[in-house]
């Protein structure tokens, strides 16, 4: 199995910060790496596919970026809408992994 | 605009099968790859598995070999079947779809069903 390791855990920030959200897999995914925002009592919600494509709804203050192993998910001047869990997931190859997490705290 | 709901009993007894369904509507079955994700309480995303409209599976070796998927195009659902539970599959489980273009990133959740396993 692709094992997928988000870094950090957790992240306090405030309104108007940029934050980075770093995931990294345990061997080359090419692009196949999706970025997802869950707040609590929600489904998971779609936010960038195939590393840095945008999906269709989602604000461009949203933006990923990254090949193979190492991939970031970064938001500018957060909004407080953005404070949630966020997670990566590769679908290269099954089982189709997610990340940890990365809980988003405002500071 | 594709919906999905999941639907099954929010108590099951140990050593039992657990037995989901997923409603799919505003959107074609034969488009997507129907899957099934879980989440413990306070805990992260675990992908369980997806079957396509041809037949064809794949599920998490995790779970060994406990999952069975089922599709019926005729009433737009597909199902989970997950044998054997014990406490460790007390979750939400969510359906998803994700659209046959080769990528298999989910664009479509359904809001999730709380199952507990509890004697």
């Known amino acids: 199995d692709i094992q997928m390791t988000q870094s950090p855990s957790s992240l306090s920030a405030s309104v108007g910060d940029r934050v980075t959200i770093t995931c990294r897999a345990s061997q080359s995914i090419g692009t196949y790496l999706h970025w997802y925002q869950q707040k609590p009592g929600n489904a998971p919600k779609l936010l960038i596919y195939a590393a840095s494509s945008l999906q269709s709804g989602v604000p461009s203050r949203f933006s990923g970026s990254g090949s193979g192993t190492d991939f970031t998910l970064t938001i500018n001047s957060l909004q407080p809408e953005d404070f949630a869990t966020y997670y990566c997931?590769?679908?290269?190859?099954?089982?189709?992994?997610f990340g940890q997490g990365t809980q988003l705290e405002i500071k | 605009q594709v919906q999905l709901q999941e639907s099954g009993p929010g108590l099951v007894k140990p050593s039992e099968t657990l037995s989901l369904t997923c409603t799919v509507s505003g959107g074609s079955i034969s488009d997507y790859y129907w899957s099934w994700i879980r989440q413990p309480p306070g805990k992260g995303l675990e992908w369980i598995g997806y079957i396509y409209y041809s037949g064809s599976t794949s599920d998490n070796p995790s779970l060994k070999s406990r999952v069975t998927m089922s599709l019926d195009t005729s009433k737009s659902q597909f199902s989970l079947k997950l044998s054997s539970v014990t406490a460790a599959d007390t979750a939400v489980y969510y359906c998803?779809?994700?659209?046959?273009?080769?990528?298999?990133?989910?664009?479509?959740w359904g809001q999730g069903i709380l199952v507990t396993v509890f004697s």
């Open positions: 998803a779809g994700a659209y046959n273009n080769g990528w298999y990133y989910f664009d479509q």
């Open positions: 997931q590769q679908t290269y190859s099954a089982p189709h992994t």
